[in-house]
Each structure stands twice: as structure tokens, then as C-alpha cells.
């Protein structure tokens, strides 16, 4: 059978069920594990005709939120609240891989303008960043130390206000999304913009990599986790332009439940992030090595917590489903 011809024969059976696990609709236990097993078949169905499909992609997470379902009455476990950072997250997360895309993109694209656009007008940082940070920095320079900054106050102090700050950031990220993904993609495209122009400031006084290599110890995972925050907000706002089949209420509820999920997500990033800043970053006379260890190890934790190890869970989910 065609995948179309698949996806004709089974669309209203997969949104039927799909909108009763949404609304929470009451279904008898019977009813959930008879169309549990009906979507587990097609998914196993799926999984050996069309195993690149979007097809699979989609009944994978419908199984996903059928299982959350089913056992949401049993016992919590202890570690509940790991359990959804170590499964339920990475499972759940796969389906908007490809928002974290064109969140990354837009953010990527205001950085190179930030760049560009303070490469060639010196007044645009002044403009972007205030005079006071510009003429701090510029004093901080000329005592030798550019990222002074990065020095005051006390480590603890640092590190909570921070760390309140970057989670404040990364719900008004989310919350943008509410006036449909344009606003979330203006909260990104400005950030961008600031970044662009931040480092491109140390550049004009030849300091990039001595700055950058201060900075990104904790901006690794701070940009990171602002460009998935924004991801949260433009599914969210997609909600309301995109509706689909559902009424618009409804796909606005959903998109903002599964925003507020992937703002949730961040929070343990933050912290680690305002961590490295506030008893680190302060130490920038470091070895070069040790720098680059904790900035590249920062990026690949990323990297791999919201890329690579959704794919990877999602695909053994798939694989046991089948098996099962």
C-alpha cells in the first residue's frame, strides 16, 4: 500500500484519537487499549513500509502521548521529574526539531547583521548595548582586562541573579509567542542582533578571542537554550496561524502546553549557565585548554540533548513499540 493511500485510510481514526488524548476526553479503560493497539499495529505498520516518513514521525508521538495516557493514574515514581528530562521530554521533543531549526536560523542570520552592521558604523554598538556597558568595557580595556565585567559582585549573587534573569528571558521568549510566532522571532532576531554586534565590538579592538574565550564559558549554553526558548514560543505561536484540523482554540491550548513543556525543559541549563558564570567565567586568566574543555563540552551537551538523543529515543521507541 502507498504511504498516501495509508494515511487516507487511517487520518480520521489517528485525529480522533489524537483530539480525545488532547481534550482529555473520558475514555473508558477498554476504549484507550483498543485504539492504543490499533495505533500501535499502524505504527509498527509504519515503522517496516515507511520508516522515513512523516507518517512514522507522527504516529510515534501520537503513540508517545497515548502511553502518558494510559499510566497517568499509576503511582508516581520518585523520579518522576527525572524520568521526564531522561524520556518523556526527548520523546516528545522530536516532532519540533525542525522549529529549533528556524528558531536557530533567525537567531543565526540577526547575529551575522548585529556583525556586519557594527563592522561598518562603530555608533551602532553604542546603540545596540547603551553607553553604559560600551564605557565600562572601554575603561576595562585599558586596564588590561576586558572582561572585567564579568568580575563583580559576589559569586553566589551572580550566580542566582543571573540565573533568575536567563529564565525570565527564556519565558518572555515563550510568552512573544502569544502575538503568533512573529513576536517570539522579534525577541530572537533583536538577541541576534545584540550578540552580532557584542563581539564584533571586541574585534575592532582586536580582542575577540581573549573575550570570547571568557564569555562563552557560560554563553555556550546561555545562547543555546535562549534559541530553544524561542523554539517554545514559535510553537506556540504556529498554533494560532497553523490550527490544522483542530478549531483554533483547541491548537492554541495544545501549542501552548507543548511551549510551556519545552520552556520547562531549559531550566536545568540555566542554572548550569549562571553556575559557570558566576564561579568561572569570572576567572578568565585560565588555561586556554580548560576554557575550550568546558565550551565545547557545553555545546555538545546541547547539541546532543536536543538533537541527537531525541532521534536516537525516539527511534528505539519505535523499535520496542514494534517488537512489543
Not at 520518585?78 to 522549529?99: A, G
Not at 528556524?102 to 537567531?107: E, G, K, P, T, Y
Request: proline share 2%; with cysteine.
Amino acid at each position: 500500500m502507498r504511504e498516501a493511500a495509508f494515511v487516507k485510510q487511517n487520518k480520521e481514526k489517528w485525529i480522533a484519537f489524537e483530539k480525545a488524548i488532547t481534550l482529555n476526553s473520558k475514555i473508558s479503560p477498554d476504549q484507550l487499549a483498543d485504539h492504543y493497539i490499533q495505533l500501535t499495529n499502524d505504527l509498527a505498520y509504519a515503522q517496516t513500509y515507511y520508516p522515513d516518513s512523516k507518517a512514522l514521525q507522527y504516529l510515534n508521538s501520537l503513540a508517545s502521548q497515548a502511553h502518558q495516557k494510559i499510566y497517568k493514574n499509576k503511582k508516581e515514581s520518585k523520579n518522576r521529574i527525572v524520568s521526564f528530562w531522561k524520556y518523556e521530554f526527548p520523546l516528545f521533543f522530536r516532532q519540533h526539531q525542525r522549529m529549533l531549526l528556524f528558531s536557530f536560523l533567525i537567531f543565526a542570520i540577526a547575529t551575522a547583521i548585529g556583525a556586519i552592521s557594527a563592522l561598518n558604523d562603530d555608533s551602532f554598538v553604542r546603540l545596540i548595548l547603551g553607553d553604559g556597558y560600551v564605557n565600562e568595557t572601554l575603561n576595562n580595556i585599558d586596564k588590561g582586562d576586558p572582561t572585567a565585567i564579568y568580575k563583580s559582585g559576589s559569586e553566589i549573587g551572580t550566580f542566582l541573579g543571573i540565573t533568575i534573569n536567563n529564565i525570565r528571558v527564556a519565558f518572555l521568549a515563550y510568552a512573544f509567542g502569544v502575538i503568533t510566532s512573529l513576536g517570539t522571532a522579534y525577541l530572537l532576531f533583536s538577541n541576534g542582533v545584540m550578540l552580532g554586534a557584542f563581539f564584533t565590538f571586541f574585534y575592532n579592538r582586536d580582542l575577540l578571542f581573549e573575550a570570547s574565550k571568557s564569555i562563552w564559558l557560560h554563553g555556550t549554553i546561555e545562547i543555546s537554550v535562549i534559541v530553544i526558548a524561542g523554539c517554545a514560543g514559535m510553537v506556540m505561536g504556529n498554533s494560532i496561524l497553523f490550527p490544522k484540523t483542530y478549531s483554533r482554540k483547541v491548537s492554541f491550548l495544545k501549542g501552548a502546553k507543548d511551549g510551556l513543556k519545552i520552556v520547562v525543559s531549559t531550566i536545568p541549563f540555566f542554572i548550569i549557565a549562571g553556575f559557570i558564570e558566576g564561579f568561572i567565567t569570572r576567572y578568565s586568566n585560565m588555561p586556554v585548554w580548560l576554557a575550550m574543555t568546558i565550551i565545547f563540552s557545553s555545546l555538545a551537551l546541547i547539541i546532543f540533548y536536543y538533537v541527537i538523543y531525541p532521534i536516537i529515543l525516539n527511534k528505539k521507541h519505535a523499535t520496542q513499540t514494534y517488537t512489543a
